[in-house]
């Protein structure tokens, strides 16, 4: 069974347009995490979320919001998308307590043209 | 804030043999956990080991060893007799407990070294 899921795995997409990533994770986590990683491979947190609070990274457009319509799932809209926005956009799950790790999905290949 | 810096970029070790992987951090924290995850070419990150920094005692898991320094603030992770499999870019990673206070907190990553294994 697939722990954190993300679809789709590619997108392709036109400059300006708006669109979404979903996020599932079937682990009973309460905290989901979306991190987006540049063609240098550099990997940073955008958001983390949970029933009680939403922590946006600073750096991050507002063109860019999470969506959580329950604590399985946190999907990821990007409005008026940019040539700049292409990267690999990473969904991560993690339960309160214990070890702190953070269970990755396959990530998502954004390509805007 | 904290920051995580990973000193090498590139890294090259024959197969068999042992490599060490450099990271250092920077945090004001006294209650964290760092760890070192491997993404191979498939782009899946997969966690190798993590480290209680409240545990004096180095986290060990198979061929994957780290060397934790805490006043140091240093986090190397040492891979013995290297196989084929371990290429892949190794990312180590910084987080405040959540138990701490840390919440909702992401994960601070260095930019990864890049580990080719020579046949």
């Known amino acids: 069974d697939t722990a954190v899921s993300q679809t789709p795995k590619y997108l392709v997409t036109q400059m300006g347009n708006d669109k979404s990533i979903k996020c599932e994770q079937n682990?009973?986590?309460?905290?989901m995490y979306w991190y987006k990683q540049d063609s240098k491979k550099f990997l940073k947190i955008m958001f983390s979320?949970?029933?009680?609070?939403?922590?946006i990274n600073e750096t991050v457009p507002n063109r860019f919001s999470p969506k959580s319509p329950d604590k399985a799932h946190l999907n990821l809209h990007i409005n008026s998308l940019e040539l700049g926005d292409s990267a690999v956009y990473f969904c991560?799950?993690?339960?309160?307590?214990?070890?702190?790790?953070?269970?990755f999905g396959p990530g998502t290949r954004l390509t805007v043209l | 804030a904290q920051t995580v810096t990973q000193s090498q970029p590139e890294m090259s070790v024959q197969e068999a043999e042992t490599v060490t992987l450099s990271c250092t951090y920077d945090t004001s924290e006294s209650d964290y956990y760092l760890f070192w995850y491997k993404q191979p070419p498939s782009r899946q990150m997969i966690l190798v080991i993590r480290?209680?920094?409240?545990?004096?005692q180095n986290a060990t898991e198979n061929r994957f060893s780290v060397n934790f320094q805490k006043a140091a603030k240093s986090f190397s992770l040492k891979i013995s007799d290297s196989q084929l499999g371990d290429a892949a870019m190794y990312f180590c990673a910084y987080r405040k407990n959540r138990d701490s206070g840390g919440g909702a907190d992401g994960l601070t990553f260095g930019k990864g070294t890049h580990l080719i294994i020579q046949p």
């Open positions: 480290q209680e920094a409240y545990k004096q």
């Open positions: 682990l009973g986590h309460d905290t």
């Open positions: 991560a799950s993690s339960q309160a307590g214990g070890n702190n790790e953070q269970f």
């Open positions: 979320y949970n029933n009680k609070e939403l922590i």
